[in-house]
């Protein structure tokens, strides 16, 4: 089974395509291509997200990259669509975004590629959780696609994603059939990124989404990812400020130096599994503002402030991280999201692994942060779920989309 991930939930405009087979009642995957076009520099000036202009960017990016992904993976095609009908069948859909999408609809109109039908079984799309106008571009890209060449569109959860592209084996080469990892359930899974700070409880049972994922605890302001961004802004780094505070920190851990500045580690000692990163922030901006008027707002005070802020990052997730394995007994733990790159992060997570005898899955670097190979992998196991793709209704935008499904 070929299948076909494409996402734009933010500001990566991905697809990939990969192969699914199952062997000893085991899922195996093979990564034919994964391709992953940042906007990133696009943004930066504005410090985060221009959902308007990530719209349009995706809608510019989606076809060419499509083009670039069938001509280089060599899948293929299953027939020609004669040009008559191409033209006719086209027509109809592109009426359909004429008015929402005109980026895209400029792109199709000029890919004549697509009579050719690629040898591709399933197209599994982030439905959300993510910038709604952003999801809508992936939507109708994948709705036109399967529609032109007569394939099943399956939704995904964006963050269902983040979970099973943990489950890939990080050391695979390239092209190489793999075993999806099975991990022991009930799983434990921390997902932290730009729009989510989750502690989730996966069992094993379940058929649908709201039976499997119980979300344990969760940020009641901004998401981790969202905080290291902002933090960075603060401290004049670019965006996506993650890697670039990170890097400030690992230098002042180097050279020694810490910060005397001491910020609050939020919720730390809550008795739910919470958490909250507003307030580290505004401890940031508070200390800043100081140094500056004091003129002490220096590369060394940047340095040590930013070891500061990861140490109080670490530390509360840590703690949440503790307590739920604590409360609830966890076989294994899964982590995944965009911050789960962070270098200090995955050693810490490693070694309370370690401590419990936990199995961890931590997602190789290359795919820790936006892709759609976790999308097609996901969409996969949908399929597999469900034996088969099934008519969920009309494919829509769900920004707010939960893994419990409330
Ligand atoms: O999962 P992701 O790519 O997008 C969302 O679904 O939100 O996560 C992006 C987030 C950004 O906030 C980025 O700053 C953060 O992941 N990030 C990091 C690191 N690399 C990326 N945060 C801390 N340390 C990193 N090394
Ligand atoms: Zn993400």
């Known amino acids: 089974m070929t299948i076909l991930g494409v996402e734009t939930s933010c500001d990566e405009t991905a697809l990939a395509l990969i192969e699914i087979r199952e062997k ?9 291509d994964s391709l992953v076009h940042s906007q990133a520099d696009l943004h930066s000036a504005y410090g985060g997200v221009y959902p308007s202009l990530a719209k349009r960017e995706h809608g510019r990016n989606l076809i060419p990259l499509l083009h670039r992904l069938l001509s280089t993976s060599a899948v293929e095609s299953r027939l020609e669509i004669t040009e008559s009908d191409f033209d006719v069948r086209k027509r109809q859909l592109l009426a359909e975004i004429e008015k929402t999408n005109p980026d895209l609809l400029q792109t199709f109109e000029a890919a004549d590629f697509l009579r050719k039908v690629p040898a591709i079984d399933h197209i599994a799309v982030t439905e959300g959780p993510g910038l709604e106008p952003t999801l809508w571009v992936g939507i ?6 399967g529609e032109l060449w007569k394939i099943p569109v399956v939704p995904v959860n964006h963050m269902e994603g983040h979970i099973v592209g943990s489950l890939l084996d990080r050391d695979a080469p390239q092209g190489a059939w793999q075993v999806l990892k099975n991990p022991v359930m009930p799983a434990l899974a921390f997902l932290i990124s730009g729009g989510h700070t989750e502690l989730v409880e996966i069992s094993a049972s379940g058929k649908n989404a709201g039976n499997r994922y119980k979300i344990l605890g969760e940020t009641r302001d901004d998401a981790v990812g ?8 603060l401290l004049g780094l670019p965006y996506p400020g993650g890697p670039h505070v990170s890097k400030l920190a690992f230098m002042a851990r180097e050279k020694d130096m810490s910060s005397n500045v001491k910020l609050p580690r939020p919720m730390i000692s809550s008795a739910d599994l919470n958490f909250s990163f507003s307030g580290l922030k505004t401890a940031v ?13 220096d590369e060394n005070f940047r340095m040590a402030l930013a070891r500061e802020f990861e140490d109080a990052v670490a530390e509360t997730l840590e703690a949440k991280l503790e307590k739920a394995i604590e409360e609830r007994g966890a076989g294994s733990l899964i982590v995944g999201g965009g911050v789960s790159a962070n270098r ?15 199995e961890i899955y931590l997602p190789s670097q290359h795919i820790s942060g936006d892709n759609a190979l976790m999308i097609a992998l996901a969409g996969a196991l949908e399929i ?5 793709p099934q008519n969920s209704g ?7 989309k939960r893994l419990d499904g409330r």
Do not use: M, W
């Open 226 to 233: 969202e905080a290291f961004d902002k933090v960075a802004r």
């Open 384 to 388: 597999k779920a469900k034996s088969g």
């Open 285 to 297: 901006l508070y200390a800043v503002q100081k140094a500056t008027a004091e003129n002490r707002f």
């Open 394 to 400: 009309p494919l829509k935008a769900h920004g707010t």
């Open 140 to 145: 109708n890209f994948a709705k036109i696609l």
């Open 24 to 32: 000893d009642g085991c899922l195996e995957c093979r990564v034919i």
């Open 344 to 358: 200090v992060l995955r050693e810490r997570f490693q070694k309370i692994a370690a401590k419990h005898g936990l």
